[in-house]
């Protein structure tokens, strides 16, 4: 029987995998003016929060004031829709950085867990880095997990096992973009790809 890849190869197989693909960005309709506001504001998306960094340390929400915030739920066994969605969200965010440095560098992005049972500190943080140095992973208890996902209107339940005693996810797959006071300002679209991740956070920081 083969063995299972360890945890880091696993994630390095994935980015690889994904970078490997065609990543055209798709367009979406012409602006015919600027945008009057968010399409999240004033939605009561996001809160606090007590979780645990890939450190050990504990992470709260309110440690992230006065930075615009990237906000993704997710679990590092997901075998394609995760890593997918981060390896783009981090594309556009060096796109960004590419073009507009210090809008980029005034953003935090987040990555958290809602499979608390498999995704210790070590394990998230083998998963963030491999998308990115700057992005901060976290995880916590079931119930830590279960009241960031609350707060941020994400929905996740644990699969059914498979034959090889593994099991998924099923869970909402939202990309948010927060405000520095921890305002939801909208979502990203990473099934767009990089270029049009890059241009939705454009447009709501300028």
């Not at 930075?67 to 594309?91: H, K, L």
Request: proline share 8%; glycine share 10%; with cysteine.
């Amino acid at each position: 029987m083969n063995q299972p890849a360890k945890p880091s190869q696993r994630f390095r197989h994935l980015v690889a995998a994904i970078a490997a693909c065609a990543m055209v960005a798709c367009t979406g309709a012409e602006e015919t003016g600027p945008p009057v506001e968010p399409p999240l504001a004033g939605a009561s998306i996001g809160g606090e929060f007590e979780l645990t960094s890939s450190t050990g340390e504990t992470v709260r929400w309110g440690d992230f004031a006065g930075q615009y915030r990237i906000v993704y739920f997710g679990f590092t066994y997901c075998p394609d829709i995760c890593p997918t969605d981060m390896q783009r969200m981090a594309q556009g965010l060096k796109k960004l950085g590419e073009e507009q440095p210090e809008m980029a560098a005034k953003i935090q992005p987040i990555f958290i867990s809602i499979d608390p049972e498999r995704d210790t500190p070590e394990i998230v943080g083998e998963f963030t880095s491999a998308f990115g140095d700057n992005i901060v992973g976290l995880t916590g208890t079931p119930e830590q997990i279960k009241a960031a996902a609350d707060a941020f209107r994400v929905y996740y339940e644990r699969g059914e096992d498979t034959p090889d005693g593994t099991y998924l996810m099923n869970h909402s797959n939202i990309v948010y973009l927060f405000g520095p006071t921890g305002n939801p300002l909208a979502t990203l679209p990473t099934d767009k790809g990089a270029e049009a991740v890059a241009a939705e956070i454009e447009k709501w920081m300028s």
